[in-house]
Each structure stands twice: as C-alpha cells, then as structure tokens.
C-alpha cells in the first residue's frame, strides 16, 4: 500500500513537520494530476511554486509508488520534449454510490473517472430510519468483491442521496436521520466501510458533475435543474458550487408558485413541485386516465396506473400520445416560470437541464422556452442558455466520483 494513502491518525502522527509537509505536497500534485490529467515537471513547479529538482524527487517517489507515471512527452518550446506525468491506470478507486428513492446505484470507479463495474442497480427504499444504511453497505461489500480490486486502492465513498443533506455536518435531516446526540451518519458510514465517506445532497452532486466533465466545465455561472419525482437546483456561481450556511440551498422545489395550490410533501401548500415535477406528471396522468381520458396509456390495468412511471409517459409521448404530449407541456410551462425567477435572480450564463423530465425535451423545452419569454426580462433572457445534460443518468454517480476526489486530498493536517 502506497505511503501516500495511509491516511490513519497513527501514519500521520509518526511524521515530523518536515515529512508532513512533504506528505501534503505529494497529495497536492497527485489531486492537480487528477483534475487536470498529465502535465510537465514545469507545470507542476510553477503550479506549486517548487523547484524543478524538488518536484522531479516527489515525483520519483510518486512513481516507485505505484501512484504516478510516465505518459508521453508533452509540447516543446524549443529543444527537446518534457515528459508528461499522469496518474497511474487503475492506481486509485473510488466506490460511488446514488441513492434514489426507491433503488440505489453502485459502481466502482478508476482515478481516470472509469467504471470498472458498470453501474448496478438495486431496490433498496431510502426512509427516514436508518434501515436502508445495512442494505447499501452489502450491496457494495459484494461489488467491491467482484471487481477483484485491491480493497487498500479504494481511497473513500461518495454518497449521494435526496433530502436537506447537510454535507459539513455530515447529517441528511430528511432521510437516514439519525438519534439526536448521536454520531452523524457519515462517522455511521465511514465505521461500516472502513473508508472515508462523503455524502452530498442529489442534485449538488450532478451539479460537481456537470462541472467537472459536463458541459458547465470552464463555466462561472451556472444553474443545474433535476428534474425528477422533484425538482431540485444546484449552483454554480463565480466558478463555485454554492451551499449555503447549512448546506440546503436550492431548495427551489419549495417555492410557492400557486396561491390555495395543491399541498406539497413539505408542508407547505402550492410549491412548484406540486405542479412541475415527475410526481406531479404522474398525478396529472393517472387523474386524466380515471376521467376516460383518450390516451394510450388507458391499456394500464388499475394496479399498473397505481404503479406509474415517468417514463411511461414519456414513452407514450413519443409514440404520438396527444394526452401525454400536454401534460408534458404544462409540466413545462410552470417549469418554465420557476426558471424565468432564476434567470431574474442569478444571471446565469447556462441552465443545464438534467433528470428523467429532461429526457421529454421535444415536449418542455418548447414550453420552458415559451414561458421564459413571457416571464423573463429580455435583457436577462437573452444571455442565458438553457441546455440538455449530455451526462444524463451517469451525472449523479460521476458526482460522487467527483466529491470523495475533491475532498479525500484535503488533508486537515496542522503544519504550523
């Protein structure tokens, strides 16, 4: 196992202020080959302010290691070639895990952002006790099984799941609650897997993703929308994932958009949700299908209505289902001026549209669009792109990849 990955309190407590530095450098050049893939001696000495033969010994080191190696020469600048170093193929793996309300999604993946598992699905229900905590954990002992991987490789847990996730705290205060005056549910996770474990709320996690390998990469101002059983939102702001104080922004399904409205699961009675999400797609469907509605998805028996899907519906849309086709489009309509009130509020460059609902784009982005118009300054509309995620389903379980990445190299060592 790799020095550089013994991160317990007894490794790091046997390193003197010298070797502790050195230990927090080497992790820095490890996470900037990571985000940033191969890069030159150079490039490492001006990104870290080191000198050439200080990051060529770290670097050295990092290859007999088996965490770094050569790849290549990179563009010359007149004389001969630098070498390129990148992390090593398979050298780092991290467990990702995207709890649905109904199923959870695990894979493992490689330091190169590689499923080496393809992404397995289970029916594990999230409630709000803790019984669905067992279920994962098994799950995800048996995947690391099969994959064959060295277990030691596996440097943390990325878990993202719905609900008021309060990431620092490491607490999600609607689902997988724990006691009051209890560990938290990460220290909870981290003592079942052995692990480092990082939990985020859903639609953040899609958001890092998009960031990351989407297409909000290189982007400042940035808006996320899942849209779901829920809605949720995640921003990207001045180049930064924002959270908030307790972690819970975005909660942009909960605003009140419809005087006397529907009551919401929340509590509160006429929020956006209620109007502009999978549940209420659903809702709309099964009510119109009971009142004799003339629809295909009239073939249903009553068990299968009870049971419907979002997908359903939109399967019924694209074989030309005139019923589907508009509740799609009010979907999109009060959608639409949900997002006309984030345009007006942030500015952003680009909405990026990501969730089940997002898959309906021929029948709500037209509506979404419509509405925008009607609802949103022309001068703020006219700069704001609103875009399909090309990472699709993977944007979530790429999102966890990307959290345990981001935070498992921040070490918290004290060097003063």
Same mark, same amino acid.
């Given at each position: 196992m790799s020095s550089l990955l013994a991160l317990e309190d007894t490794f790091l407590a046997g390193l003197n202020n010298v070797e502790r530095r050195k230990y927090v450098q080497k992790i820095k050049i490890v996470k900037h080959l990571y985000v940033k893939g191969a890069k030159t001696n150079a490039d490492i000495c001006g990104r870290f302010q080191i000198s050439a033969p200080t990051s060529t010994a770290m670097l050295n080191e990092l290859i007999a290691e088996g965490l770094v190696e050569k790849q290549g020469r990179g563009k010359s600048i007149g004389g001969r070639k630098p070498e390129l170093y990148g992390l090593k193929d398979k050298s780092l793996f991290v467990l990702s895990i995207h709890m649905e309300k109904y199923k959870a999604r695990l894979a493992i993946f490689d330091n190169n952002n590689s499923s080496v598992t393809g992404v397995q699905t289970f029916p594990i229900e999230v409630t709000q006790d803790l019984q669905a905590v067992d279920q994962v954990h098994e799950q995800a002992m048996r995947l690391i099984e099969a994959a064959g991987i060295d277990p030691q490789k596996l440097i943390g847990v990325g878990i993202n799941m719905p609900g008021l996730v309060a990431s620092k705290e490491g607490n999600n205060h609607t689902y997988l609650r724990v006691p009051e005056g209890a560990e938290s549910?990460?220290?909870?996770?981290?003592?079942? #897997?052995?692990?480092?474990?990082?939990?985020? !709320? /859903?639609?953040?996690?899609?958001?890092?993703?998009?960031?990351? #390998?989407?297409?909000?990469?290189?982007?400042? /101002?940035?808006?996320?929308?899942?849209?779901?059983?829920?809605?949720?939102?995640?921003?990207?702001?001045?180049?930064?994932?924002?959270?908030? *104080?307790?972690?819970?922004?975005?909660? #942009?399904?909960?605003?009140?958009?419809? @005087?006397?409205? +529907?009551?919401?699961?929340?509590?509160? +009675?006429?929020?956006?949700? *209620?109007?502009?999400?999978?549940?209420?797609?659903? +809702?709309?469907?099964?009510?119109?299908? +009971?009142?004799? @509605? !003339? *629809?295909?998805?009239?073939?249903?028996?009553?068990?299968?209505?009870?049971?419907? @899907?979002?997908?359903?519906?939109?399967?019924?849309?694209? /074989?030309?289902?005139?019923?589907?086709? !508009?509740?799609?489009?009010?979907?999109?309509?009060?959608?639409?001026?949900?997002i006309a009130i984030l345009i007006q509020l942030f500015n952003p460059e680009l909405i990026i549209l990501g969730g089940e609902i997002a898959q309906a784009k021929p029948f709500v982005l037209p509506a979404i669009q419509q509405a925008i118009t009607i609802y949103c300054m022309k001068q703020l509309r006219e700069n704001t792109r609103i875009v399909v995620s090309e990472l699709g389903r993977d944007a979530m379980i790429l999102g966890s990849v990307a959290t345990v990445m981001e935070n498992v190299f921040e070490t918290p060592l004290d060097l003063t």
């Open positions: 549910l990460q220290q909870l996770l981290e003592h079942k #897997f052995g692990k480092p474990v990082y939990i985020q !709320n /859903d639609v953040k996690s899609a958001t890092l993703a998009e960031y990351r #390998f989407g297409l909000a990469h290189g982007r400042r /101002d940035v808006l996320v929308l899942s849209m779901d059983w829920g809605v949720g939102l995640g921003m990207i702001l001045d180049g930064k994932l924002r959270s908030g *104080t307790s972690g819970f922004a975005g909660e #942009f399904g909960h605003i009140p958009l419809v @005087e006397d409205g +529907r009551l919401c699961h929340c509590g509160k +009675r006429g929020c956006l949700e *209620t109007v502009a999400s999978g549940s209420a797609l659903v +809702r709309n469907a099964q009510e119109g299908i +009971r009142a004799g @509605e !003339n *629809t295909l998805l009239q073939a249903l028996s009553e068990p299968e209505i009870e049971q419907l @899907e979002v997908e359903q519906v939109i399967r019924a849309a694209h /074989d030309g289902d005139q019923f589907a086709i !508009n509740i799609l489009a009010e979907v999109g309509l009060n959608l639409g001026k949900g």
